[in-house]
């Protein structure tokens, strides 16, 4: 069976990987399609993601969708032939965020394709993956594999808006256009945000933002641009570039929400800092997700605009052409990988 294997920067390779078998409590599943995601992008382009450097060969990709093959001894899970989406996240569930219920900042936890420990977690870009049954989500009816790709990013952008408090009535800012971007947006809509605007430099890439449901649209680093708001209640940081953490910083209003959202780039970033004191302003983290995968699951299943945000579906055979294809984001929003046949 064909995997991608990232081997260091700028080195992914599509390999014929070995075929896996269920452990106990385990299940395998068919994998259709996997989302290519930034992290994925940044294993590909510069060798880690934040911090976390490849130190061996890893499978990458966490936003996989498919098809139940076989259940191990004691496993508890969805029958084989049943259409599944994988949670991507093994929490350790003995720490003190894992009793809190913080599961998604676990300091033990497994996640797919994430070189955060050694060895690393390989991932799930291969055509058959063994995974704890568990963490496999039955789709809803209606919703196909192709759409329920996206339930791993709209579960971050739904973390994201949780994390930001109650939206409803609000104006939201989000900085960043990117397929987290623009599920954020998606987000804030279903959680009632009264107006959303969205930055970013691209022009194209703030088309898929409107078609997420943004209301205004503003070119990044254009200070003529008429969409500039004065203020706003809730900025959501998605660009992962300081740049972007300074505009929310800037525009929110006085006690407002600024949630950081995009993965920094390593080491120290510019802060406006004396803005948090003198406006009071509450800055939140927001890493991964937990229970708001099962909530994605169900938003997608309710609405089909999330279809116009996949740019386009390759063959795993062309993975390369499909890497580069999502870090052009004047030709893509969200690409997946396709593993039939």
């Known amino acids: 069976m064909l995997g991608c ?196 430099l691209l022009p194209e890439a703030l088309g898929y933002a409107a078609v997420a449901g943004a209301d205004t649209l503003v070119r990044a680093g254009d200070p003529e641009d008429p969409g500039w708001p004065a203020e706003v209640d809730v900025a959501v940081e998605a660009s992962g570039a300081a740049a972007g953490l300074d505009t929310c910083l800037r525009l929110v209003r006085r006690g407002g929400v600024v949630v950081q959202l995009g993965m920094l780039p390593p080491g120290s970033s510019p802060f406006a800092g004396n803005l948090l004191v003198s406006r009071e302003i509450e800055l939140h983290g927001a890493f991964r997700f937990d229970t708001e995968f099962d909530e994605a699951l169900r938003l997608l299943a309710a609405r089909g605009e999330f279809d116009g945000l996949i740019s386009a579906v390759v063959p795993v055979r062309a993975a390369e052409e499909a890497f580069a294809l999502a870090a052009d984001r004047t030709r893509s929003c969200k690409v997946l990988l396709d593993f039939a046949g």
Do not use: K
């Open 5 to 200: 294997v990232i081997h260091g920067r700028g080195d992914l390779r599509v390999e014929e990987l070995p075929e896996p078998e269920p452990g106990p409590g385990q299940a395998v599943v068919a994998v259709r399609h996997g989302g290519v995601c930034g992290s994925d992008l940044h294993y590909w382009r510069h060798g880690g993601v934040g911090d976390f450097r490849l130190r061996e060969p890893m499978v990458l990709g966490h936003e996989v969708v498919g098809t139940v093959v076989s259940l191990g001894a004691g496993a508890a899970g969805p029958a084989p032939g049943t259409p599944v989406a994988v949670h991507p996240a093994t929490p350790c569930g003995l720490c003190p965020e894992c009793a809190q219920r913080r599961r998604n900042v676990c300091r033990d936890t497994r996640y797919l394709g994430s070189a955060a420990r050694f060895p690393h977690v390989q991932g799930a870009f291969a055509a058959r993956i063994a995974v704890p049954a568990e963490q496999l989500r039955p789709l809803p009816d209606g919703l196909g594999l192709r759409r329920a790709a996206l339930a791993e990013p709209l579960s971050v952008a739904l973390h994201a808006v949780r994390r930001a408090g109650d939206v409803a009535g609000r104006h939201v800012l989000v900085t960043g256009a990117g397929p987290i971007g623009c599920l954020v947006v998606a987000a804030a809509r279903a959680a009632g945000a009264a107006r959303i605007t969205v930055t970013d």
